[in-house]
């Protein structure tokens, strides 16, 4: 069976440090094959901050891949200079120059995408060519393969007030990406954990394809009485090529443990 670990928005910098070591204590448990960064992985873009997450991924169970994208506070938001010069400049020192990884194995592929602009504070947006880059690759494909894209900025939204967080071109890319054979989309931003359809929200789509959101996996920035979050989907081709299962595991503070809160089998379409 393939585990994906997926957090999003830890903010290093922010960190509660019983939540890293919970997260640590998770990952050795599960041994997922991909540990999934989808954005924000620092608070402020500073050195410090993205030493602590070079840190955190060290501290990953052995042989543990890893995939991240930027989320737009990883780019200098008061530090002008670097801001204009090398927006990416620290996060590549921690994650490599490629900014949309890919990652692929028998059972998996997951393909990342960069929805920052250093010109923007805070909103996403993906341009034709990403739509068009991703959805090539998500036709090469096998059959076996669970097909996950990672973004920061989410495809979905569940209130009216987070609308205006919706990644800037994504009613296409949904669309695209769903013809193209996507199972999952997996995103961030927003703090908010949830699986949702994207039929829910985008029309027009020509077979299914579901938004994977997740909470902040670390940061004490949480929304509300939202604890921290992360999730898990497994998927076991060999058993059941016909589904994925996504499993949202939220921190309480009285275990200082990740605890299962809920799970959502996804049916994939082959």
């Not at 299914?208 to 992360?230: D, E, K």
Request: charged letters at 20%; a positive charge.
């Amino acid at each position: 069976m393939t585990c994906v670990m997926h957090i999003s928005d830890p903010h290093f910098g922010t960190q509660r440090e019983p939540v890293v070591e919970a997260v640590l204590r998770l990952a050795r448990q599960v041994a997922p094959e991909l540990v999934v960064l989808s954005g924000d992985v620092t608070q402020r873009a500073r050195r410090s901050q993205f030493a602590a997450a070079a840190a955190f991924l060290q501290r990953l169970p052995e042989g543990t891949a890893h995939l991240a994208v930027p989320g737009n506070h990883d780019i200098p938001l008061y530090n002008l200079p670097a801001r204009l010069a090398s927006p990416y400049g620290g996060y590549k020192r921690v994650f490599g120059s490629v900014l949309e990884p890919l990652h692929e194995s028998a059972e998996l592929l997951v393909i990342g995408l960069n929805t920052t602009r250093p010109y923007r504070h805070k909103n996403g947006e993906v341009s034709p060519q990403q739509i068009d880059r991703v959805a090539r690759r998500l036709r090469a494909a096998r059959a076996e393969q669970l097909r996950i894209v990672v973004a920061h900025h989410p495809l979905h939204v569940t209130r009216e007030k987070d609308i205006e967080n919706l990644l800037r071109g994504h009613e296409g890319a949904a669309r695209a990406w769903a013809a193209a054979g996507a199972d999952l989309v997996l995103g961030g931003h927003i703090h908010l954990a949830y699986v949702k359809p994207l039929s829910d929200h985008v029309k027009g789509l020509s077979r299914p394809l579901w938004a994977v959101q997740a909470g902040t996996a670390t940061s004490h920035r949480v929304r509300g009485t939202v604890p921290n979050s992360l999730n898990l989907i497994r998927h076991e081709p060999g058993r059941d090529p016909g589904h994925c299962v996504v499993e949202r595991w939220d921190y309480v503070a009285a275990s200082e443990a990740f605890e299962p809160l809920e799970h959502t089998r996804i049916p994939l379409h082959r």
